[in-house]
T-cell receptor, first 114, second 112 residues
Framework: EAGVAQSPRYKIIEKRQSVAFWCNPI?????LYWYQQILGQGPKLLIQ????????DSQLPKDRFSAERLKGVDSTLKIQPAKLEDSAVYLC????????????FGPGTRLLVL | SQKIEQNSEALNIQEGKTATLTCNYT??????LQWYRQDPGRGPVFLLL?????KEKRKERLKVTFDTTLKQSLFHITASQPADSATYLC???????????FGGGTRVLVKP
């Protein structure tokens, strides 16, 4: 079984630029999550999708971050404009259902904002 | 405010010994708690889940306890091996809602 795929693996941008990350969850997983993990900290949930609907985006900085999952499969997370404090690893995870069972994480995208 | 605390200092342990990690929480009513392992440059990998009405769970060399009175979970790695070296994260799911909230993780280094 293929795992959660993410791209790119690394990205370096300057502040005020925009960036987008892509995630392909495990086949058949209805729930998809985006986390932000700052160095030395645990992952922080940014947004959770159930199929193509948003379940929780309470910690998503909506003035600069956006995410979509149009067909209930792949998802993209965008930052526009980026700030220095956005430097982090962005993790995508998926699970079969919504009841927070085992989550399967992708390798993450490491973002550096200069 | 709600907090999930794990020891931020790395745990250095000799091969063959038991590593014990703690996860303390405040102002939470967790429905269950999960432990994950994270290697450098990789995403977390699920290890164990323990529910609020369970005292202990085991999986191979891993053991997790959950004390809702003390608001604490302990994670044990018995007969530790250098391959167990990684960061271990605890995560709670509250009764109200189903969001997973992670602690900061504890890095374990097992020396041969």
């Amino acid at each position: 079984e293929a795992g959660v795929a993410q791209s790119p693996r690394y990205k370096i941008i300057e502040k005020r630029q925009s960036v987008a990350f892509w995630c392909n969850p495990i086949s058949g997983h209805a729930t998809l999550y985006w986390y932000q993990q700052i160095l030395g900290q645990g992952p922080k949930l940014l947004i959770q999708f159930q199929n193509n609907g948003v379940v929780d985006d309470s910690q998503l900085p909506k003035d600069r971050f956006s995410a979509e999952r149009l067909k209930g499969v792949d998802s993209t997370l965008k930052i526009q404009p980026a700030k220095l404090e956005d430097s982090a690893v962005y993790l995508c995870a998926s699970s079969f259902g919504q009841l927070q069972e085992t989550q399967y994480f992708g390798p993450g995208t490491r973002l550096l904002v200069l | 405010s709600q907090k999930i605390e794990q020891n931020s200092e790395a745990l250095n342990i000799q091969e063959g010994k038991t590593a014990t990690l703690t996860c303390n929480y405040t102002n939470y009513s967790p429905a269950y708690l999960q432990w994950y392992r994270q290697d450098p440059g990789r995403g977390p990998v699920f290890l164990l889940l323990i529910r609020e009405n369970e005292k202990e769970k085991r999986k191979e060399r891993l053991k997790v306890t959950f004390d809702t009175t003390l608001k604490q979970s302990l994670f044990h790695i018995t007969a530790s091996q250098p391959a167990d070296s990684a960061t271990y994260l605890c995560a709670l799911v509250r009764k109200a809602g189903n969001k997973l909230t992670f602690g900061g993780g504890t890095r374990v280094l097992v020396k041969p």
